[in-house]
C-alpha cells in the first residue's frame, strides 16, 4: 500500500507539469510581435493574420486549458493522458500505413510478396508496428474490441490480396478517414463531460466554502496539487534542458569559470517568467530544507529525526529570494544583468543558510560541552561544523568584497556573514570553557560569570557590526542615490539590529548588577552560623563553606543566589521579596533575624522536601548529605538557571503558603 502511495505521489506531480510548462510557454509567447512578424515578412492576405484575433482568443483558451489540467483531479488527468497517449497511437499507426504506402509505389513491385524479399520485408516490418498499435490501443482503453483500432491494417490487407498500388492508396486515404470519424464519434459522446466536472467541481467548491471557509478551501488546493513539490519538479526540468541545450551545442570542454558562469546563466535563463521564478523560490526552499537536515543529522544521527520540531526550516530562504526577487524586478531584466543581480541574491540565501545552522548547531555544541559525553566522534563533529561555520563566511565576505562593488547591500551580506563568525567564536569560547571545567575536579564558582561576559562581548561586537552597517546606509542615503526602498531596510534594520539589542542588553546588565548589589548587601554566614545550620544549599545541593542569609533567615551560596536573581526578586524557598537597598528604607540592610526553631519548623521545607533542617532529627543523616549530592548531581552550578526558570514557571501568587512553596522550590531543585 505504501508503494502504491508513493506512485500515486509521483504521478500527481509528473503528470501536472507539462500544464506549468505550457503556462510558462503561453507567457513567453508575445502573440502581438508574432503577428507583426508575419505581417514584415508576408502578404497582408495570409491567411495567418487574417484570423489574428482568433488567435488571440486562443491564447486565452491556452491559459484556460492549462489551468484546467493543473487542477483537475488525479483520476480524471489520468484518463485524459491515457486518452491523448491513444490519439498518439492512432497517429503513428497513420504514419506506418502512409510510409508503407510510399514505399511501395516507389518500388513499383505489384506482384506476389514472398517472391520479393525486400517487399516481404517491408510488409513484415508494417504488419508488426500495426499489431503492436492496436494492441496498445486495446491496452489502453481498456477494451477488447481490437478492430476499432486496426483500420489503418487495410492497405496491408489490400496488398496481400494483390490490388493495385493506386487504389491501395485510396484505402489508405478511407483508413484515415474512418480513424478521424472514430475520434469525432468519441469526443461527440464525451462532449459534457467538460460541463458535468466543472459542475461537479463548482458545487463541492461552494460547500466547502460554506462549511469551512475560503483559508480551507485554500490549504486543500495547496496539498492535493502539492505545489511546492510540482513547482520544484517544474524549474528542475527547466533547467537541465538549459544545461542539455548548452552542452549538446558545445564540443569542448568548458573551463571552471566557464562552469560558474555557465551555472548562473542557466539558472538566469530559467527565472524569466513568474511560473519560473516561483520553482526557482521552491528549489531554494528545498535545498535549504537538506542543508539544514543534513546538518542536524551530522551532529546527532538518527535522533535528529525522532523529534524534530523544525520541519518548516527552509521557507525563509525562499520567500527572501522572492521579495529579493520582485523588489529588484529581476524577470525583467537582461539575461546578463539578471544573473549578475541573482548572484549577490544567491549570497544573502547562503548567508541566511548558515545562520540557520548555527541555530541548529549553538545549543548542540553547548549541550554536548556541559554533558560530559565521552565521545570523541560527537566532539569531533560538533567541533568541526562550526570551524566551518567560522571559516566559510569570512571566506565568503572576502569572495564579496573582491567580485563585488560594495555598496549598502552587499555591506548588508558582509555584516551577516561577520556576525555568524562572531557568533560561532563565543560558542566556540563557551565550549572550550565547559570542557576546561570538565577536567577540573571541583566547579568553577565564577563559570556563570565568565559566561556571561563572553556572550556580553560577542553581543557588543555584533551592535558595533550593525551600528557600522546602519552609519554606512545613512551616509549613503544622505550622499549618494535616495531610495525608497533603502530607506525601509536602513529603518528595519536600525531597530531590530541596533535598537531591540541595545535595550535587550541594557537591561540584562541592570538585572545583573541589580543582582551583585543584593548579594553585597546580603550578610555573610560566620563559620559558628554555618556550623549551627548545618545544611546544604537548597539551590544547587552542595556543601555551603561560605554563604550568605537572606532577610527571611534562609542560607544560600551567594554564587547560587546571585544566578536565582538574574529570574526573579523572590526568595528560592519562602518567596518573600528581596529588595534592593536602594528599595530599603534605611541605608544599609536591615538586621537579620535570628532563626526561630519554632517558625524555622513552620517555614523550612526540611519536613515535607528534600533539603533537611540539621536542627531537626534529619540533622545526623545530613552529613552524608553532600557526598551523596555530589554523586548524583556533578555540577550543581550549572543547574541552577535551570531550576530557576522551573521555579519561576511556577509563580505563586501571594495567597500561596511559605511552606508549599519551599517545597516547590525542592522538587525542582532535585528534579535538576
Excluded at 519548623?601 to 531537626?616: I, K, L, S, V, Y
Excluded at 555530589?630 to 503558603?657: C, H, I, K, N, R
Aim: proline content about 4%; overall charge negative; aromatic content about 12%.
Amino acid at each position: 500500500m505504501a508503494a502504491k502511495e508513493k506512485l500515486e505521489a509521483v504521478l500527481n506531480v509528473a503528470l501536472r507539469v507539462p500544464s506549468i510548462m505550457l503556462l510558462d510557454v503561453l507567457y513567453r509567447w508575445d502573440v502581438s510581435s508574432f503577428f507583426q512578424q508575419i505581417q514584415r515578412s508576408s502578404l497582408h492576405n495570409n491567411p495567418l493574420f487574417q484570423y489574428k484575433y482568433l488567435a488571440l482568443n486562443m491564447h486565452y483558451v491556452g491559459y484556460i486549458l492549462s489551468v484546467v489540467l493543473l487542477t483537475l483531479p488525479r483520476q480524471h488527468l489520468v484518463q485524459l493522458y491515457l486518452y491523448f497517449l491513444t490519439a498518439l497511437l492512432l497517429y503513428a499507426g497513420h504514419q506506418i500505413s502512409r510510409d508503407y504506402v510510399r514505399s511501395e509505389l516507389e518500388s513499383g513491385y505489384e506482384g506476389p510478396m514472398y517472391l520479393e524479399p525486400l517487399s516481404m520485408n517491408r510488409f513484415m516490418t508494417a504488419l508488426v508496428g500495426q499489431l503492436v498499435v492496436c494492441t496498445l490501443c486495446s491496452c489502453v482503453m481498456k477494451t477488447k474490441q481490437i478492430w476499432l483500432f486496426s483500420a489503418h491494417m487495410l492497405p496491408l490487407l489490400a496488398r496481400l490480396c494483390l490490388v493495385p498500388l493506386e487504389t491501395i492508396v485510396v484505402i489508405n486515404k478511407f483508413a484515415m478517414i474512418f480513424t478521424g470519424l472514430e475520434v469525432l464519434y468519441f469526443l461527440a459522446s464525451n462532449l459534457l463531460v467538460p460541463y458535468n466536472l466543472a459542475k461537479s467541481a463548482y458545487r463541492e467548491l461552494v460547500q466547502v466554502v460554506e462549511v469551512y471557509g475560503l483559508l480551507a478551501l485554500g490549504m486543500s488546493l495547496w496539498n492535493q496539487l502539492v505545489v511546492p513539490v510540482l513547482f520544484m519538479v517544474f524549474w528542475l526540468v527547466l533547467f537541465a534542458l538549459q544545461i542539455y541545450s548548452y552542452f549538446s551545442t558545445r564540443d569542448q570542454p568548458a573551463s571552471r569559470e566557464r562552469l560558474l558562469f555557465l551555472f548562473l546563466t542557466s539558472i538566469a535563463e530559467c527565472c524569466s517568467t513568474p511560473y519560473s521564478l516561483l520553482g526557482l523560490v521552491f528549489t531554494v526552499s528545498f535545498v535549504a530544507l537538506g542543508v539544514l537536515t543534513l546538518c542536524k543529522f551530522y551532529l546527532q544521527g538518527y535522533r535528529a529525526f525522532m523529534n524534530d520540531p523544525a520541519m518548516n526550516r527552509g521557507m525563509t530562504e525562499g520567500v527572501t529570494l522572492l521579495i529579493l526577487a520582485v523588489q529588484t524586478g529581476l524577470i525583467e531584466l537582461q539575461v546578463v544583468h539578471r544573473a549578475f543581480l541573482l548572484s549577490i541574491i544567491l549570497f544573502i540565501v547562503v548567508a541566511s543558510i548558515l545562520q540557520s545552522m548555527l541555530e541548529i548547531a549553538d545549543p548542540i555544541v553547548l549541550a554536548l560541552g556541559a554533558s560530559r559525553d565521552k565521545s570523541l566522534w560527537k566532539h569531533f563533529r560538533a567541533v568541526s561544523l562550526c570551524l566551518f561555520l567560522l571559516v566559510f563566511p569570512a571566506y565568503m565576505a572576502y569572495m564579496i568584497c573582491q567580485f563585488f562593488h560594495m555598496d549598502f547591500w552587499l555591506l548588508i551580506i558582509i555584516s551577516s556573514s561577520i556576525l555568524t563568525s562572531l557568533q560561532v567564536l563565543g560558542t566556540l569560547f563557551i565550549y572550550v570553557l565547559f570542557m576546561v571545567e570538565e577536567f577540573r575536579k571541583e566547579p568553577v564558582e565564577n563559570m556563570d560569570d565568565v559566561i556571561y561576559y563572553v556572550n556580553g562581548t560577542y553581543r557588543l561586537l555584533e551592535f558595533l557590526v550593525a551600528l557600522c552597517v546602519v552609519a554606512y546606509g545613512v551616509s549613503e542615503t544622505i550622499f549618494g542615490e535616495w531610495t525608497v526602498m533603502g530607506s525601509v531596510i536602513i529603518f528595519i534594520h536600525s531597530y531590530y539590529n541596533v535598537w531591540l539589542r541595545a535595550q535587550l542588553g541594557w537591561k540584562s546588565f541592570l538585572l545583573r548588577r541589580d543582582a551583585v548589589n543584593k548579594i553585597k548587601s546580603l550578610p555573610v554566614a560566620t563559620k559558628e552560623q554555618l556550623e549551627q545550620h548545618n545544611d546544604i544549599c537548597a539551590i544547587c545541593y552542595q556543601d555551603m563553606k561560605t554563604a550568605v542569609i537572606t532577610p527571611c533567615s534562609h542560607f544560600f551560596h551567594a554564587g547560587c543566589l546571585k544566578k536565582w536573581l538574574y529570574v526573579q526578586e523572590t526568595c528560592p524557598l519562602c518567596h518573600c521579596q528581596l529588595k534592593s537597598p536602594s528599595q530599603l528604607p534605611g541605608l544599609g540592610p536591615e538586621p537579620v533575624q535570628q532563626p526561630n526553631p519554632s517558625a524555622e519548623q513552620n517555614t523550612r521545607p526540611g519536613d515535607a522536601a528534600e533539603p533537611p533542617d540539621a536542627e531537626h532529627d534529619n540533622g545526623p543523616n545530613m552529613k552524608d548529605s553532600p557526598s551523596k549530592s555530589d554523586g548524583q548531581v556533578a555540577d550543581g552550578q550549572d543547574s541552577l538557571e535551570a531550576s530557576a526558570e522551573m521555579e519561576g514557571s511556577q509563580s505563586m501568587d501571594s495567597d500561596t503558603s511559605p511552606c508549599e512553596a519551599s517545597q516547590g522550590a525542592a522538587c525542582a531543585a532535585e528534579l535538576i
